[in-house]
T-cell receptor
Framework: NAGVTQTPKFQVLKTGQSMTLQCAQD?????MYWYRQDPGMGLRLIYY???????DKGEVPNGYNVSRLNKREFSLRLESAAPSQTSVYFC??????????????FGEGSRLTVL | LAKTTQPISMDSYEGQEVNITCSHN???????ITWYQQFPSQGPRFIIQ???TKVTNEVASLFIPADRKSSTLSLPRVSLSDTAVYYC?????????????FGAGTRLAVHP
């Protein structure tokens, strides 16, 4: 099993450009997450999806949109990139509820630089 | 959600036992305590989870006192490869996953 796969791994954008970060998981998890991590900082939750078709804002949702395309895929879109969005983005998935540990499985991250 | 507080950084030497304490004063009755490890340029990785008393696995032990207002992650005989950031989280089984926050974590440096 591949676990959680993120693409691209690296991306450089100019201010105002748009792009979509892709995430897919093969563990049949219901919940998926997008986090960002700035240098020397902890992870901050951008958006969360409890199931296909549902999304909720996290701690820092401004400037981002998400789409839970199906159970496997959860994409993060930057419509008009800003230098403040330079960060490493992590996608994660988990199973939630009775009988599960709620363990989060993370992808390897997508390093985004906005010039 | 219960807010967690843990030391910003710790230093240790190879072969020593390392204990990292996390406080979570307003933990709810049904919440679990979870610890993650993150190496540079990688996503966090689950280490251990517990509800009360002591939990041990092949990597670490987790000690939780009766009042559950704190927890201690214990790493036995650390090596250089244990240098990483360690995050303490309170897992809300009653919901609130959209507010799950990792915090800054504890940066552990293991020296030769």
């Amino acid at each position: 099993n591949a676990g959680v796969t993120q693409t691209p791994k690296f991306q450089v954008l100019k201010t105002g450009q748009s792009m979509t970060l892709q995430c897919a998981q093969d563990m049949n998890h219901n919940s998926m997450y997008w986090y960002r991590q700035d240098p020397g900082m902890g992870l901050r939750l951008i958006y969360y999806s409890a199931s296909e078709g549902t999304t909720d804002k996290g701690e820092v949702p401004n400037g981002y949109n998400v789409s839970r395309l199906n159970k496997r895929e959860f994409s993060l879109r930057l419509e008009s990139a800003a230098p403040s969005q330079t960060s490493v983005y992590f996608c994660a998935s988990s199973e939630v509820g009775v009988g599960s540990t709620g363990e989060l499985f993370f992808g390897e991250g997508s390093r985004l630089t906005v010039l | 959600l219960a807010k967690t507080t843990q030391p910003i950084s710790m230093d240790s030497y190879e072969g020593q036992e390392v204990n990292i304490t996390c406080s979570h004063n307003n933990i709810a009755t049904n919440d679990y305590i979870t610890w993650y490890q993150q190496f540079p340029s990688q996503g966090p990785r689950f280490i251990i989870q517990g509800y009360k008393t002591k939990v041990t696995n092949e990597v670490a032990s987790l000690f939780i006192p009766a009042d559950r207002k704190s927890s201690t992650l214990s790493l036995p005989r650390v090596s250089l490869s244990d240098t990483a950031v360690y995050y303490c989280l309170v897992l809300p089984f009653s919901g609130g996953y959209n507010k799950l926050i990792f915090g800054a974590g504890t940066r552990l440096a293991v020296h030769p």
